[in-house]
């Protein structure tokens, strides 16, 4: 993997990791409560090696070595950390894989800004979870719970707790993807877990009859989970680059 780098703007600190090869760049995001360190983003970087790509993952503010506070930040935080950053290193030519709640992200940066897109690969893309995974489905004591004390503590097991905070379901609004008007005409494709239990395999169809993407692609995969982190799974998602 390649040295982390730290790029600062207003106040804020993200760390980094580029590697420039050639004008294509596989530019990877993270997924909630995660960072630039695990297994997916390791394999892209090693896709980008061999097929002599440039790579750039990020941790997203309020993750890993980047500053900030988790509960203070939402997708408009993150959008701006990964618009800001491939700004700085005038990245253009992009083929963009987000995971889970990377994967909105992917989608957002695609939507708002095609030109630079040579592809979009989602990986369980959670687009809209705040509002239609969380919000929705959260009882009115929860509701009730983030809107006075400002977060909701979910465990998952014992070693991890997703944090769902005030800031994180209000601020992320202006990022629902029903705000956004324009289109992407280039090659996009989500891969979903037949067994995921966080963003269910069909969540995302509603892309599929809409006017955001014109060559979307689902790719379902039997037996993976949220995470699609499994060798066999990575090695189908291979052959998209």
């Not at 809209?128 to 004591?141: G, V």
């Amino acid at each position: 993997m390649p040295r982390i780098h730290f790029y600062n703007y207003n106040n804020n600190k993200i760390a980094y990791r580029f590697s420039k090869r050639s004008k294509k760049t596989i530019v990877f995001i993270h997924g909630l409560q995660s960072d630039m360190n695990g297994t997916k983003a390791s394999f892209f970087y090693n896709v980008a090696r061999r097929k002599k790509y440039s790579y750039l993952s990020m941790d997203l503010r309020g993750h890993g070595l980047s500053s900030g506070v988790f509960n203070q930040l939402s997708m408009k935080d993150w959008y701006q950390d990964l618009d800001e950053l491939i700004k700085f290193l005038k990245v253009k030519q992009i083929v963009i894989v987000g995971s889970s709640m990377g994967g909105w992200l992917a989608i957002n940066y695609t939507l708002l800004n095609p030109s630079k897109i040579i592809k979009l690969i989602g990986l369980a893309p959670a687009p809209d979870f705040t509002e239609l995974l969380l919000w929705k489905n959260f009882s009115d004591s929860i509701k009730k719970k983030i809107m006075t004390k400002g977060v909701h503590k979910k465990r998952i097991s014992k070693e991890f707790v997703y944090e769902y905070s005030k800031v994180l379901i209000m601020r992320s609004r202006p990022m629902l993807t029903n705000r956004i008007k324009s289109k992407y005409n280039g090659e996009a494709i989500f891969f979903q877990g037949s067994k995921d239990t966080s963003v269910p395999y069909d969540y995302n169809n509603r892309f599929l009859d809409g006017d955001h993407f014109q060559n979307l692609r689902i790719n379902i995969i039997k037996d993976a989970d949220h995470s699609l982190s499994d060798i066999k799974t990575l090695k189908i998602i291979e052959k998209e680059f």
